[in-house]
């Protein structure tokens, strides 16, 4: 028996721990923090980020020696027939044993190849550089991406909040008139009208519902959590309202993504110095060890042994091929002409984009204080009207446009603070100052 409640406990304790944490709060850094965590697009960059800092070696750029060790062992059977002018010293016999026996362990490096490992060196170096700034550009927009998510949940929240004020205004409007037919002072049309109204908002707010949980579900697949997660979110639209053309101007040149692609340029400048060497000599030095050893039971010679050090030097020069270094050179300036273009167009594209992002940021919160305005002055125009209604001072259509235009102020502010918020993200994002 005690042994049955002991595992009721631990039930009841893991469903309390699984119920506590499904309803857990989030607030934006939260957020933020599980998804550069776990999103699946980081991990990649990542991965391709520590290759190329794998491969950022003087080994693979083939600047350090290569050393090999090699053996061979042939055991033969032959059959020897040799005739000399001694006929005592003929030899004629069948299956004869033999080996060759060689082994040794050779050492090459390069001395000289027109710098073309110095130059190797540096394009993996810039490789390096490169997917490092790609995965600054990935946590960036992932970062972003959560941010604008998050706030549209709570943009969304805010609708539904609208709604719902707006239906307890609907379902006061239904009591009164309730009241009211049942004292005689109002008739069946009254009723319905009211009823149709209230229905109406509340299947607007039952598909906003699905609304919110489908933007949730977009936050949480960003986060790479649990599309059924049942977060509290904590934070609300708060807009930065101090941000400068000229400042997030003046930072955008350390934006990753330029430097990503500054770092292209330069893998292709070293491709060119690669490229280039091939035109050059190249000066290898040899060195190590030899063993050859041969063995037979018969014939001219039963044993034959040779082992040592050995050293040399390698040089190579090239003649003719066909022109292919030439042209693989040309190809190489072309592409760091390219490279060099991709880098404007990127610099001009984030240009655009910021002077965009600006003038929506300029435009809302120059906008945000007349809605403000405008929604306490529909939320009073409401309440006033209720209160006339219940005088019997306003009818069901003075209500039903008070209703509309609080709903209609409430939205408006509401997308407008959300969009100066996404605005300030984004020209965060682009002067590479995003916080969180």
Same mark, same amino acid.
């Given at each position: &028996?005690q042994?049955?409640?002991?595992?009721l406990?631990?039930l009841?304790?893991?469903?309390?721990?699984?119920?506590l @944490?499904?309803?857990?709060?989030?607030?934006?850094?939260?957020a933020?923090?599980?998804?550069?965590?776990?999103s699946?697009?980081?991990?990649?960059?990542?991965?391709?980020?520590?290759?190329?800092?794998? #491969?950022?070696n003087?080994?693979?750029?083939?600047?350090?020696?290569?050393?090999t060790?090699?053996?061979? #062992?042939? #055991?033969?059977?032959?059959?020897?027939?040799?005739?000399?002018?001694?006929?005592?010293? #003929?030899?004629?016999r069948k /299956?004869?044993?033999?080996?060759t026996?060689n082994?040794?362990m050779?050492?090459?490096?390069?001395?000289?190849n027109?710098?073309?490992?110095?130059?190797?060196?540096?394009?993996?170096?810039?490789i390096?550089?490169?997917?490092?700034?790609?995965l600054?550009?990935?946590?960036l927009n992932?970062?972003?991406t959560?941010?604008?998510?998050?706030?549209?949940v709570?943009?969304?929240?805010?609708?539904?909040?609208?709604?719902?004020?707006?239906?307890e205004a609907?379902?006061? +409007?239904?009591?009164i008139?309730?009241?009211?037919e049942?004292?005689?002072?109002?008739?069946?049309?009254?009723?319905?009208?009211?009823?149709?109204d209230?229905n109406?908002?509340?299947?607007?707010k039952?598909?906003?519902?699905?609304?919110?949980d489908?933007?949730?579900?977009d936050l949480?697949n960003? &986060?790479?959590v649990?599309?059924?997660?049942?977060?509290?979110f904590?934070?609300?639209?708060?807009? /930065?309202?101090?941000?400068?053309l000229?400042?997030?101007?003046?930072?955008?040149k350390?934006?990753?993504?330029?430097?990503?692609?500054q770092?292209?340029i330069?893998?292709?400048?070293?491709?060119?110095k690669?490229?280039?060497?091939?035109?050059?000599?190249?000066? +290898?030095?040899?060195?190590?060890?030899?063993?050859?050893?041969n063995?037979?039971?018969?014939?001219?010679?039963?044993?034959?042994?040779?082992?040592?050090?050995?050293?040399?030097?390698n040089?190579?020069?090239?003649?003719y091929?066909?022109?292919?270094?030439?042209r693989?050179?040309?190809?190489?300036?072309?592409?760091?002409?390219?490279?060099?273009?991709?880098?404007?167009?990127?610099?001009?594209?984030l240009?655009?984009?910021?002077?965009?992002?600006?003038?929506?940021?300029?435009?809302?919160?120059?906008?945000?204080?007349?809605?403000?305005?405008?929604?306490? &002055?529909?939320?009073a125009?409401?309440?006033l009207?209720?209160?006339?209604?219940?005088l019997?001072q @306003?009818?069901i259509? /003075?209500?039903?446009?008070?209703?509309?235009?609080?709903?209609?102020?409430?939205f408006?502010?509401?997308?407008?603070?959300?969009?100066?918020?996404?605005?300030?993200?984004?020209?965060? +994002?682009?002067?590479?100052?995003?916080?969180?």
């Amino acid at each position: &028996m005690q042994k049955h409640n002991f595992i009721l406990l631990l039930l009841v304790l893991a469903f309390s721990n699984e119920k506590l @944490a499904a309803q857990s709060n989030l607030s934006l850094k939260d957020a933020v923090t599980i998804a550069l965590q776990n999103s699946y697009d980081i991990k990649l960059v990542e991965n391709t980020a520590s290759i190329a800092k794998n #491969n950022n070696n003087y080994g693979v750029a083939g600047g350090l020696p290569t050393v090999t060790a090699t053996g061979t #062992n042939n #055991n033969t059977l032959t059959t020897i027939n040799q005739t000399f002018p001694d006929p005592a010293r #003929n030899t004629k016999r069948k /299956d004869v044993d033999g080996m060759t026996l060689n082994g040794g362990m050779t050492a090459s490096m390069i001395l000289f190849n027109g710098y073309r490992v110095a130059a190797t060196k540096d394009r993996l170096a810039s490789i390096e550089k490169q997917t490092a700034a790609a995965l600054q550009t990935q946590m960036l927009n992932t970062t972003s991406t959560v941010m604008q998510q998050y706030y549209n949940v709570i943009r969304q929240a805010a609708f539904l909040k609208t709604l719902e004020k707006s239906i307890e205004a609907s379902e006061q +409007r239904v009591a009164i008139v309730k009241t009211r037919e049942a004292v005689g002072v109002a008739n069946q049309t009254d009723l319905l009208q009211s009823s149709l109204d209230l229905n109406a908002l509340l299947q607007a707010k039952q598909n906003q519902l699905v609304v919110v949980d489908q933007v949730k579900a977009d936050l949480y697949n960003s &986060m790479v959590v649990p599309s059924n997660s049942n977060y509290t979110f904590t934070d609300s639209i708060q807009v /930065d309202q101090k941000i400068s053309l000229s400042d997030v101007a003046s930072k955008m040149k350390d934006h990753p993504l330029l430097q990503s692609a500054q770092q292209l340029i330069n893998v292709n400048q070293f491709l060119e110095k690669e490229t280039k060497a091939l035109t050059y000599p190249t000066l +290898r030095a040899n060195g190590g060890y030899s063993y050859n050893s041969n063995k037979s039971a018969a014939g001219f010679i039963l044993l034959n042994e040779s082992y040592g050090p050995f050293l040399g030097l390698n040089l190579s020069i090239p003649i003719y091929a066909g022109s292919t270094s030439k042209r693989a050179y040309k190809n190489a300036q072309i592409n760091t002409v390219s490279a060099k273009i991709q880098y404007d167009n990127a610099a001009q594209d984030l240009e655009t984009e910021l002077f965009k992002t600006y003038q929506n940021y300029q435009n809302s919160l120059k906008q945000t204080p007349i809605e403000i305005q405008n929604y306490q &002055m529909s939320e009073a125009l409401l309440a006033l009207v209720m209160e006339k209604f219940k005088l019997g001072q @306003a009818t069901i259509v /003075d209500v039903k446009q008070a209703q509309q235009s609080f709903e209609t102020a409430g939205f408006r502010l509401t997308s407008l603070k959300f969009t100066a918020k996404i605005a300030e993200v984004e020209l965060k +994002r682009l002067s590479n100052q995003l916080t969180f």
